[in-house]
């Protein structure tokens, strides 16, 4: 379970393909912290740490994560967000998040303003349900508020600090990220489906 509050920046460092699963090795900040076993979200992806080598880590998507995240699109250099699964006796920042990703996402819009950005995202039409004007959202595992929600589409403000500290400022416009919908939204959509 995570936050969506990004704790630091890893970059791709190296990517390998084994019977339709990809491995990366990612260079973090962070990896002296880590051990092996321990959860992380990448991306809003929550992937297993399987090997430690120096300031770098392995992990493995299979092919049911490649189909759902942008995670196929990863390429060596690239900077992901990361997160450590949260602690349960700390201030949840943002909303929980359990880095099963929903969708991926189309950027639409992106657009500067004084101090501050827009982006817009498109998502297929079947999750428009478990979106709500003000209501949390995690954008490559970026915890954020949407409005302007439409069935198949949303609206989020960037700060400055997250602007900075998040790998948001690299999407342009047509690029997929990984969306998670709101988790109690979600079970109450199937309380809902169960009693119907």
Not at 25 to 52: F, R, V, Y
Not at 134 to 153: P, Q, R
Request: charged share 20%; net charge negative.
């Amino acid at each position: 379970m995570f936050t969506g509050i990004i704790e630091t920046i890893g970059i791709v460092r190296e990517i390998k393909e084994n019977q339709g699963n990809l491995s990366f090795w990612i260079e973090s900040p962070m990896t002296s912290e880590l051990k092996i076993d321990q959860s992380i979200a990448h991306n809003g992806i929550c992937l297993t740490i399987e090997e430690i080598m120096g300031n770098q880590f392995k992990v493995t998507a299979v092919p049911e994560t490649l189909d759902k995240t942008n995670a196929r699109n990863w390429k060596t250099g690239d900077q992901l967000n990361l997160e450590r699964a949260m602690l349960f006796n700390a201030r949840v920042d943002g909303h929980l998040v359990q880095g099963h990703v929903d969708t991926k996402g189309i950027c639409t819009e992106t657009r500067a303003l004084n101090n501050s950005w827009i982006y817009s995202f498109e998502f297929p039409s079947h999750f428009g349900h478990l979106v709500i004007e003000k209501g949390s959202i995690a954008v490559n595992g970026i915890s954020l508020t949407c409005y302007n929600v439409t069935k198949i589409g949303f609206t989020v403000s960037i700060i400055p600090y997250t602007y900075e500290h998040t790998n948001l400022k690299d999407v342009k416009l047509g690029d997929a990220v990984n969306l998670e919908f709101d988790l109690i939204g979600k079970y109450i959509n199937r309380l809902h489906q169960l009693r119907s």
